[in-house]
């Protein structure tokens, strides 16, 4: 079965320009999560949604950073007046839900802000 | 949520077995150990949880000791397609709030021929 996908897989920007990224999650899965990864470290937790709603937004690290995700399938994480700090992996996960021990990572989008 | 240490990197050979051990020496009652692999390229890829004793499955070994303050991920006879970056995490997968993983830096192991 299909996994889950991002779009698009690179994106470059310059300064200053806003960009949104996509995330499809498995077909059913409740819970769906963003995260960032630097080259050489650890994914690192932005948000999280279980269906439509925003459960955890901690992570994301100003307000130029928002997600959605309206009917509780594809997610978008925008990014607004970007800025090189930005660039890194960004990744996306979705998992069936409360007591689901699984995540499941998409591939990915690179994000590079020149 | 349990700070977790484990090695930087490894090195091993083909066939040969290959333990990396992680402490989580504040790891509360309700936490679950859970690893992830990842390799280059792609997003991380869960492996094995467990909550004591000892965990098996068809990729790998999970041993947990009766104070749960440290966790070894057994992978037996490793080829070369085992080199990647393993996570180590400890978290309440019942916990409604932040259900989020925290990685660290994870144990980069390379497995030469």
């Known amino acids: 079965g299909a996994g889950v996908s991002q779009s698009p897989r690179y994106k470059v920007t310059k300064r200053g320009q806003d960009v949104a990224l996509r995330c499809d999650p498995i077909s059913g899965h409740v819970s769906l999560y963003w995260y960032r990864q630097a080259l050489g470290q650890g994914p690192e937790f932005l948000t999280y949604?279980?269906?439509?709603?925003?459960?955890?937004k901690s992570g994301l690290p100003n307000d130029r950073f928002s997600a959605e995700r309206p009917e509780g399938s594809i997610s978008t994480l925008t990014i607004q007046r970007t800025e090189q700090r930005d660039s890194a992996m960004y990744r996306c996960?979705?998992?069936?839900?409360?007591?689901?021990?699984?995540?499941?990572f998409g591939p990915g989008t690179r994000l590079t802000v020149l | 949520l349990a700070k977790t240490t484990q090695p930087i990197s490894m090195d091993s050979y083909e066939g040969q077995e290959v333990n990396i051990t992680c402490s989580h020496n504040?790891?509360?009652?309700?936490?679950?150990i859970t690893w992830y692999q990842q390799f280059p390229s792609q997003g991380p890829r869960f492996i094995i949880q467990?909550?004591?004793t000892k965990v098996t499955n068809e990729v790998a070994s999970l041993f947990i000791p009766a104070d749960r303050k440290s966790s070894t991920l057994s992978l037996p006879r490793v080829s070369l397609s085992d080199t990647a970056v393993y996570y180590c995490l400890v978290g309440d997968l019942m916990d409604t709030g932040r259900r989020a993983l925290t990685f660290g830096s994870g144990t980069r192991l390379q497995v030469q021929p």
């Open positions: 949604f279980n269906y439509e709603a925003q459960q955890d």
């Open positions: 996960a979705s998992s069936l839900g409360r007591g689901a021990n699984e995540q499941f």
């Open positions: 467990g909550y004591k």
């Open positions: 504040n790891i509360a009652t309700n936490d679950y």
